[in-house]
């Protein structure tokens, strides 16, 4: 495994997040987008939250010394609306950065 990898983007005025196994695969915009949740029996997983609480909550449920790469720059069409995958402010980046290394988590954001 290669870790995970994580997305953002900002829909209605919030801000979204997916927690996703790391692969070498691309992914489809609209599979990072889906509010559904995955987790397989073999250890994939691809979890939606909203909201920064939200996203806590799932990091906080990976074991200790996991790499988490926040990856930004996707882009597509998803229904009638265009999605790109960024980063949320810096004081977002920062609570998340804090947060993470308290768990024992490498977030690393490009």
């Not at 196994?21 to 939250?49: C, L, M, Y």
């Not at 990091?59 to 790109?84: C, H, R, T």
């Amino acid at each position: 495994m290669k870790g995970y990898e994580l997305y953002s983007w900002q829909e209605k005025g919030e801000w979204h997040f997916t927690l996703i196994t790391g692969t070498n695969r691309n992914k489809f915009i609209e599979e990072i987008v889906s509010e559904e949740d995955i987790i397989s029996e073999v250890g994939w997983i691809k979890v939606h939250a909203v909201g920064v609480s939200e996203i806590k909550a799932v990091l906080a449920k990976l074991p200790q010394g996991e790499s988490i790469f926040w990856s930004v720059g996707l882009m597509g069409a998803v229904g009638n609306s265009d999605m790109v995958m960024e980063h949320p402010p810096q004081s977002i980046i920062d609570e998340m950065e804090g947060f993470a290394n308290g768990l024992g988590l490498v977030l690393a954001v490009p």
